[in-house]
């Protein structure tokens, strides 16, 4: 009852014109539209907050899906694009290369660990992902491997919503199982999460050996799975399984990448190197669509070659994007200048502290905390419509998935609003049950 009232009241404040115009020509992702209530319109943005057209400020807990890292409408950023656009807001990369792309492959080469030098930029973490499986796949065409075309993937992973994207992912308890008849069959198997698990794992790698191309994790925190963490450990069991067997490694931190689990990339906790590494999400501070696939020295000289067919032929049209390589450029001298990893150090000391007051709750199965991610997980959520309007009520934007609420601010967000977060999910948790 509760929840219906919730969602009558909020879908009767007054809308704008653009609104009633425009809303009922979209379509909305990850959204039964016609069970689900109507979306908020939003004006503007400022810090931590979005600015609703009716005048409500919402406290974003989630930093639009972890992107606004720097949070929202950072002058340093806005003055770069607002440069680049006067001056070449795009080219196509066929035969020209511009400036900011030139900078920040230089820059994210110069950042991630080892010989991760060679940058391939795409406009989607999907996109990134698609881009590294056809270069782990051609990788080994190019050698004269033609059977290795398989990857490993793991329980709860979640690699994006394109075609190879969904194959790597978990189709049994994932949102894709609707696609299994369409997508390639791949290798799932658990996180080695124990010295044992390894070992299994690795004979379990080496068996598939002739057709394995790669092993493909999201390291440290498998995001839309279910914000569901493993420790260094699991990394360096796949490197050592992943070298035993020949295939390529592949750590895709489009979510834990830029600082979300505490260090600047996920794999540094590790000290593990992949052959290739996907990076989008925060790339632009939040504000431009960028994503990039990173690969390593021997990934590369194997398409090094007088003969074209051994080229990776693959090109988004956007791809290099100057606008957007100047929001990232931008983004990079923000971490660079501000203390971006002591504020995500801070936000993970709150987090724990403040959320673990849900711990022994009725309905609670656990609560954890990676960095700047916090997540109080139920036993389940009978009704999520009605209690992602219970934290709209509250003056919070927090959008709980499957059974978990999770908090993924923005690092530069003030302690103020970052205890309204912390207080607002224990206020609706408890008032839940």
Request: with cysteine; net charge neutral.
């Amino acid at each position: 009852m509760r929840g219906r009232y919730l969602i009558k009241s909020l879908s009767m404040t007054a809308k704008p014109d653009w609104f009633e115009r425009g809303f009922p020509h979209l379509w909305l992702p990850y959204t039964q539209m016609k069970a689900a209530p109507e979306p908020l319109a939003a004006a503007r943005t400022r810090g931590s907050r979005i600015v609703l057209a009716d005048g409500r400020e919402l406290v974003d807990g989630i930093a639009s899906w972890w992107t606004a890292c720097h949070g929202y409408n950072h002058p340093h950023i806005a003055r770069a694009v607002t440069r680049q656009l006067g001056v070449l807001p795009h080219v196509m990369m066929g035969g020209i290369v511009q400036e900011q792309a030139a900078t920040l492959a230089k820059r994210l080469a110069d950042l991630l660990p080892g010989d991760l030098t060679r940058v391939f930029f795409s406009d989607s973490g999907s996109v990134a992902v698609e881009v590294a499986l056809k270069m782990a796949v051609q990788f080994w065409l190019n050698k004269g491997e033609h059977k290795r075309k398989k990857f490993v993937t793991f329980r709860g992973a979640y690699h994006g919503d394109t075609t190879g994207a969904m194959s790597v992912s978990d189709l049994d308890a994932g949102m894709h199982r609707l696609f299994q008849g369409l997508l390639v069959e791949q290798l799932v198997a658990d996180l080695p999460r124990t010295e044992e698990s390894g070992a299994l794992f690795e004979q379990f790698a080496e068996r598939h050996a002739g057709e394995l191309a790669g092993i493909i994790v999201e390291p440290l925190a498998q995001g839309a799975g279910g914000m569901v963490f493993h420790d260094a450990d699991v990394l360096r069991r796949l490197r050592k399984a992943a070298d035993k067997c020949g295939a390529l490694l592949i750590f895709d931190e489009i979510f834990t990448g830029f600082g979300r689990t505490g260090a600047m990339f996920a794999c540094e906790a590790a000290n593990v190197v992949p052959d290739i590494i996907t990076l989008s999400k925060a790339l632009t501070g939040g504000t431009l669509p960028l994503a990039a696939t990173v690969a390593r020295k021997h990934v590369f000289d194997a398409f090094w070659s007088d003969d074209p067919e051994r080229a990776l032929m693959h090109g988004p049209t956007f791809m290099g994007n100057a606008l957007a390589c100047a929001a990232a450029n931008a983004s990079l001298d923000l971490f660079e200048q501000e203390p971006r990893l002591r504020q995500a150090a801070a936000i993970s000391v709150m987090l724990r502290r403040e959320l673990g007051a849900c711990r022994g709750l009725p309905g609670v199965k656990d609560v954890r905390v990676l960095g700047a991610i916090g997540v109080v997980e139920l036993n389940e959520i009978k009704d999520i419509h009605a209690l992602r309007q219970a934290f709209i009520a509250e003056g919070v934007f927090i959008r709980p998935f499957g059974s978990i609420v999770y908090l993924t601010p923005a690092f530069t967000i003030g302690e103020e609003d970052l205890k309204k977060l912390t207080d607002t999910v224990v206020k609706v948790v408890k008032g839940k049950q």
